[in-house]
């Protein structure tokens, strides 16, 4: 099946690499205009070039989701550009690891300002739009992380699971006029991220740790661009407020020791 995006208008943040990039790529495939952005712009246009190649259609703009009027601009201005606004993916992410005795509010307060209030900002201005339309589809890029709790990584996985309860709410606002909003969860992907984490001496680690999935891997950007675009296109239709765990299994698995 192609097309299921024929003509609608969709926009991805931090859409430069991996998950984002892959998203905007599969939408662009299924016939929909994209609208991308990212801080670096470099990357952006090397997306927005490969979408071009593909024969989809792309504009970008390089610009830092924490920045909430830019952002705001960027949502009212393509919604009035297009006449329409029919999907945005909330990807752009803030990580950050440290222990909790080393952070300050202000970094705290970062992976907030990227992860979630940037979504408030997105899905208020998409709102505007969407509802008097009646249609659209929002789609938050939660983790694992929003979920489940992992030493070290308490800013990041405090917000995506703020992230995961803000889309609940927003469902419930945006219902009644067929405005949906669900969250996905990734596990570990294999991104340009991923794999400076898992680089030189810290590669065995991951090995070990893509053995732990019960899929007995990491998961790639296409198979979460994969859940993105069922969310996005009419196939979705009576689906609203959830949240969808693409993590090969893990965040249902009970690890206890080997006997």
Known sequence: MAGRLQNRVAIVTGASQGIGAAIAQRFAAEGAHVVIC???AEPLAAT???IRAAGGSVEYSA????DHAALASLVANAAAKHGRL?????NAPSVTYAALADLTPETFRKD???NVNSAMVTTREAFKVMIPAGRGSIINISSINGLLALANMSAYGAAKAALIHFTRYAAIEGARANVRVNAIAPGVINTPATAAGFAGPYAEWGKKIAAQVPM???GEANEI??????LASDES???TAVCISADGGKAAELVVPSP
């Open 237 to 239: 239709s009576y689906v």
């Open 86 to 90: 029919d999907v945005v993916v909330n």
């Open 112 to 114: 907030f300002d990227v």
């Open 63 to 66: 610009l830092d989701v924490a």
């Open 48 to 50: 927005a070039a490969a």
């Open 38 to 40: 990212a801080r670096r």
């Open 216 to 218: 007995g891997r990491f």
């Open 225 to 230: 661009a994969n859940v993105a675009l069922f």
